[in-house]
């Protein structure tokens, strides 16, 4: 792959998607191309350079769940022990399933913990307190049932990493993995690494073309699962320590742990996410074999992250604006094209629901601890296929309904990739008892 000819074409699809500024890595055959393009803010002077850093979203819980493992390689820690074994805080459990909840449920997304808690102080950085509070709330369903969708499980995670260390989340991540593969760490809160620039976040809206700065919001306490910032080169290392490849591996991590962040966790169906899920990555299938990664938005920044076992080939790319998403699936197309056969999720749809469908059954008011979405009816076309959703934030969506009560669920406010989603029915009312939208599973509270 010629260097001029990726970075023009980085440039393009930059372009093409309202992008203001990303970054591409490829690493192959021992070799890395590393690619920026734009600007670190729309219509700034400042240039995004390959050492720019861009906020990671979820990305982050893929070097929590590494230094995870190298816990475990260690012998410090077990992932089928249960997670009140090393913190005091789960004393006060007052849900048997969550008392129950194992390191391994935590890091595949199993531990039926609710996703986003947040406590009333969000801007409380204590883990401990964090894991206090969380210990208090209720399950959705017995650890191990099925996979939904938790940062709350990865900032438990975080307490785990303290407890064991004997060092903050932060000090951990630095020393025992960021460091030792030369990243110079660069975190969304509390002082930031001297010399390093962090780019600004964008959205667009729908049928715009104009990036405009958007704040990036991500409470403290959340930091394990969404609290870091880096670039596309700092993902490839990420990837390389997986892989076996980087300089670093012997210091950085155990062969043993490592191995098994790559083992599909059985009850793992991230049906709308992903094709499987290990501990601490997901499964993205392809005709070579799974691809492992993990993906990120946050507030108008996304990042990218996919690395072949059996090749040795790592992909990365991050973007400071929202659609970034739409960007990474012309990305994977055009690495594809080029014989780079990158493993990505996109979830064969069945056929499109036929009008005139009954949508009662459907619409209500869904929970999952304190995430509350609204389905109702919509559309002026009648055809009885219309639904909206609606959450406590803001967020705006329309439903498309598909046959097996799957659908895809596109932003109103925001342009970006759609995501997949499906309702789950109650067979003895008939009517939906769950929805499941991003891999995170609600339940029916209400009807409207």
């Given at each position: 792959?010629?260097?001029?000819?990726?970075?023009?074409?980085?440039?393009?699809?930059?372009?093409?998607?309202?992008?203001?500024?990303?970054?591409?890595?490829?690493?192959?055959?021992?070799?890395?191309?590393?690619?920026?393009?734009?600007?670190?803010?729309?219509?700034?002077?400042?240039?995004?350079?390959?050492?720019?850093?861009?906020?990671?979203?979820?990305?982050?819980?893929?070097?929590?769940?590494?230094?995870?493992?190298?816990?475990?390689?260690?012998?410090?820690?077990?992932?089928?022990?249960?997670?009140?074994?090393?913190?005091?805080?789960?004393?006060?459990?007052?849900?048997?399933?969550?008392?129950?909840?194992?390191?391994?449920?935590?890091?595949?997304?199993?531990?039926?913990?609710?996703?986003?808690?947040?406590?009333?102080?969000?801007?409380?950085?204590?883990?401990?307190?964090?894991?206090?509070?969380?210990?208090?709330?209720?399950?959705?369903?017995?650890?191990?049932?099925?996979?939904s969708y938790s940062n709350s499980g990865y900032?438990?995670?975080?307490?785990?990493?303290?407890?064991?260390?004997?060092?903050?989340?932060?000090?951990?991540?630095?020393?025992?993995?960021?460091?030792?593969?030369?990243?110079?760490?660069?975190?969304?809160?509390?002082?930031?690494?001297?010399?390093?620039?962090?780019?600004?976040?964008?959205?667009?809206?729908?049928?715009?073309?104009?990036?405009?700065?958007?704040?990036?919001?991500?409470?403290?306490?959340?930091?394990?699962?969404?609290?870091?910032?880096?670039?596309?080169?700092?993902?490839?290392?990420?990837?390389?320590?997986?892989?076996?490849?980087?300089?670093?591996?012997?210091?950085?991590?155990?062969?043993?742990?490592?191995?098994?962040?790559?083992?599909?966790?059985?009850?793992?169906?991230?049906?709308?996410?992903?094709?499987?899920?290990?501990?601490?990555?997901?499964?993205?299938?392809?005709?070579?074999?799974?691809?492992?990664?993990?993906?990120?938005?946050?507030?108008?920044?996304?990042?990218?992250?996919?690395?072949?076992?059996?090749?040795?080939?790592?992909?990365?790319?991050?973007?400071?604006?929202?659609?970034?998403?739409?960007?990474?699936?012309?990305?994977?197309?055009?690495?594809?094209?080029?014989?780079?056969?990158?493993?990505?999720?996109?979830?064969?749809?069945?056929?499109?629901?036929?009008?005139?469908?009954?949508?009662?059954?459907?619409?209500?008011?869904?929970?999952?601890?304190?995430?509350?979405?609204?389905?109702?009816?919509?559309?002026?076309?009648?055809?009885?296929?219309?639904?909206?959703?609606?959450?406590?934030?803001?967020?705006?969506?329309?439903?498309?309904?598909?046959?097996?009560?799957?659908?895809?669920?596109r932003r109103a406010d925001a342009e970006e990739?759609?995501?997949?989603?499906?309702?789950?029915?109650?067979?003895?009312?008939?009517?939906?008892?769950?929805?499941?939208?991003?891999?995170?599973?609600?339940?029916?509270?209400?009807?409207?």
């Amino acid at each position: 792959m010629e260097a001029h000819q990726a970075a023009e074409r980085l440039r393009e699809l930059a372009h093409d998607h309202t992008v203001p500024g990303a970054q591409l890595t490829v690493h192959r055959a021992g070799e890395s191309l590393s690619l920026a393009a734009g600007a670190v803010r729309a219509g700034g002077p400042e240039a995004v350079t390959t050492a720019t850093g861009f906020a990671y979203g979820s990305v982050t819980k893929a070097f929590t769940a590494t230094v995870v493992a190298r816990l475990e390689s260690d012998g410090d820690l077990e992932l089928d022990d249960p997670v009140g074994e090393y913190l005091a805080e789960f004393d006060a459990a007052t849900d048997e399933a969550i008392s129950s909840v194992t390191l391994r449920n935590l890091l595949s997304h199993t531990a039926g913990l609710i996703a986003d808690h947040e406590p009333d102080r969000a801007e409380d950085a204590s883990l401990a307190r964090y894991a206090a509070s969380m210990a208090t709330t209720g399950s959705l369903h017995e650890p191990g049932g099925f996979f939904s969708y938790s940062n709350s499980g990865y900032n438990i995670l975080g307490r785990v990493i303290e407890a064991v260390t004997d060092m903050t989340w932060r000090q951990a991540l630095g020393n025992l993995l960021l460091r030792p593969l030369a990243i110079q760490p660069l975190f969304l809160h509390g002082p930031q690494a001297p010399g390093r620039t962090l780019a600004d976040c964008h959205t667009v809206r729908p049928g715009e073309r104009v990036a405009r700065p958007a704040d990036l919001y991500v409470p403290p306490s959340w930091a394990p699962a969404a609290g870091l910032a880096g670039s596309a080169d700092d993902l490839i290392a990420l990837a390389r320590l997986h892989l076996g490849t980087h300089p670093a591996t012997a210091a950085a991590a155990g062969a043993r742990g490592l191995a098994g962040t790559g083992v599909r966790v059985p009850a793992a169906d991230a049906f709308g996410m992903a094709d499987g899920w290990g501990p601490g990555l997901a499964h993205y299938a392809s005709p070579e074999g799974d691809w492992l990664g993990h993906d990120g938005t946050v507030d108008g920044s996304t990042s990218h992250l996919r690395f072949h076992p059996a090749s040795g080939t790592a992909v990365a790319l991050t973007t400071n604006s929202t659609t970034g998403t739409l960007m990474w699936a012309d990305v994977v197309d055009w690495l594809r094209e080029r014989g780079i056969p990158v493993g990505d999720y996109r979830p064969v749809l069945p056929p499109q629901a036929p009008p005139g469908a009954d949508l009662r059954a459907l619409t209500g008011e869904f929970r999952n601890g304190d995430t509350y979405f609204a389905v109702r009816a919509h559309g002026d076309a009648g055809d009885g296929r219309g639904l909206r959703l609606s959450d406590g934030t803001g967020l705006v969506a329309d439903l498309t309904l598909y046959d097996g009560l799957v659908f895809t669920a596109r932003r109103a406010d925001a342009e970006e990739a759609p995501y997949a989603g499906r309702f789950v029915l109650d067979p003895a009312t008939g009517e939906a008892a769950l929805m499941q939208l991003g891999g995170r599973s609600a339940r029916r509270v209400a009807a409207l």
